[in-house]
Each structure stands twice: as structure tokens, then as C-alpha cells.
């Protein structure tokens, strides 16, 4: 049985079985592990000293907790990959079958070395990434909420002032204060409210199905700017899988079942799973990709470094190569979603929002010409 101290509360008790769905660490920890594990293994210490050592200096909570029992378990006589195996959430299929190549060769300190400089470049990747998506939002929320307060809170109190004084309004005016009034009324709100819950607790449910996965996948690479940045980032993590994997000895078509299921998008994961059976029919890699459905994913210029780098007998070599260079096409995407994206939600927001003012202001310039006259 594992135990778990979390601070502030009581000691929780753990099954072993529990431990499978409910144990995560995080992406920073696993990295410092796998680094700390990679420079101690390579100094000659035994492998479960150094996990000994490692627990020791690891803060209270489920890494230390991990790490003892993977150390517990090596001493029982088990092996490193199979008692890694009991926490997939936190040691992925990749990782347990370097890990397991690594035993058979004898080499896994460079192995852990290698792991580690996968982690943090995807790591990276991933935060750059999710960067080039909160910019958006970022600037979406501030338009939503600069909206908010003109409706809510200025609009209506110029309104107000115009009716005391007896002002017929624009026609501009008259509708976003008519707009203002509706949303500030309950009786129209709550069952709006109430149907817009309904439609997001659907479209959640809708999305983790076949079908939703099909549409929001095929929208998420046919969106402009966003579309290629994606579909880089995907090739990106792919490729630098392939290669990590491939050489440090672990075969293609185990490569290939990482890619599959560390892959979120139903196209590229059709893609890769049409490749390895090809494959296994006796295909190239290249040849695989090239006549899996989706295959337009792969621009034909990879196709053909593939196919290189299977005549000549790098192949991991080269899929290292592809990695960069989408990485650094990633770099590209990102920086061009960007400057697009900048002046478009800037436009955007002057457009909403300068279309609340002249409502405010119409108003003003009448009643200044009817006094004038």
C-alpha cells in the first residue's frame, strides 16, 4: 500500500491499483529526474542508490513517493522498465521502451541523456505553442471585457440623461441600448444562460466522439495561420519522436505505436496507423507515409529525405534533421500568427468598441445641432 502525505490534510492511502489512473507528476519534475538519474548512472553509481539518493533530496509529495517505489521494486529483482510501466500516466510507452532498450544494451545512462534532451525540447515546443494561443485570447478577453463595461455600465447612463431630457435617440443608439436593456434583464438572460450551459456540456460530450473528433481535428488544420502552425507542431514532436527513439536502438514500428498514441489529432494518428501497417506488409517508411490516406500532412519534400535516409541507412539521422528543421518552421508559424493576429484583434476591438462611441456621442452632436438652430 502507497501513501500519499498531502499538506494540510491527513495521510491518504493508496491501492496499487489506485495508482495506475491517479498518480501525475509534473513535465519539469520528470526532466530534473531523468537528468539527475542520466549524470549519476554515468559516474558509476548503482542504479538504485541513485534512486535512493534521488527520493532523498526530492521534495514530500507523488514524485518522491514514485521514485521510492520504483526503488523498492528494483530490489525486489525487478527491472527498471517494468516497474516504470506501473505509472504510464507518468512514464509514457516512449520512455518505457528507451528505457527497456537501454537494459538490453547496457547503455542507459546515455539513453537517460538522451530522454532527457527529448523532454525538454518538447517541453519548449509546447510552450511556444500554447504562447501563440493566449495572445489571442488574451486580447479577445480584454475586447469582451471593455465591451462589458460600456454596455453595462456606461451606455445605460447616458441613456438615462438623453430620456430625461426628452432627446429622441439615433437609430445606432436606440438599438445598443435596447441591446444593454435585454442583457441586463433576467427573465431573458436565465434561459439564455440556460441554453448556452446546455450547448457546452454538449459540444463537450460531442467532441470526445468520432465524429467531433473528426470535424474539430479537420477545422484545427484548415484554419488559416493557426492550421500550419499546428500541423507543424505535430510533425515536430512526430519526427523528434522517430529519431529519439530510432537512435537509441529501439525499432521503427515500436516508434511508430509511440507516434500513434501520443498523437491528439485523428488525422495524423490515421496516418500513422495506415503507415505501420504498411510497414508490416513489407513497405519503406517513405512509401508508407506516401500512400497512407492524409498523406498531404507530409509535405513531399520529407517524403523524399525519408526515402534518403532509408537508402543510405540513417534514417533515425535523418528524422533528427526533419525535427529541426520543423521546429524551426514552428518558430516561423508562431511569429506569423502573431503579426497577423496583432493588428486583426486590434481592429477588431476598435471596431466594437468605436462603434459604442459614436452611439454615445450621436446623441451629443443632435442635441447640440437642435440648440444651435
Known sequence: MLTVQNPGQSTEQLRPEQTVSRLRIKTSELTLFTTQLSVML?????LSDALD????????GVCKLVIQNIADRIKDGESFSVAMAQYPKIFNSMYVSMVKASEASGNMASMLEILS????????TRKQVKGAMIYPFVMLMMAVAATGSLMFFVLPRFAKIYESRGAALPKLTQALVSFSGMLGDIRIMAPAVTVIIALGVGFYFWKHTISGQKVLDWVLVHTPIFGTM???AVLTRSMRIMATMVNTGVSLLDALDVMKISCDNYYFRKLWEAADAKIRDGYQLSDSIMLAPH????APGIIQMLRAGEKSGQIGK??????????????NSIRTATSLIEPLMITVMGAIIGTIAIALLLPVFKISSL???
Request: aromatic share 8%; proline share 2%; net charge negative.
Open 318 to 331: 535523418v528524422c533528427d534533421k526533419v525535427s529541426v528543421f520543423y521546429e524551426k518552421k514552428l518558430q
Open 230 to 232: 499546428f500541423i507543424d
Open 295 to 298: 498523406s498531404e500532412l507530409v
Open 53 to 60: 539518493a534521488i527520493a532523498e533530496q526530492t521534495r514530500p
Open 117 to 124: 534532451g527529448y523532454l525538454n525540447a518538447d517541453a519548449e
Open 42 to 46: 554515468d559516474s558509476g553509481v548503482v
Open 371 to 373: 440648440i444651435a438652430h
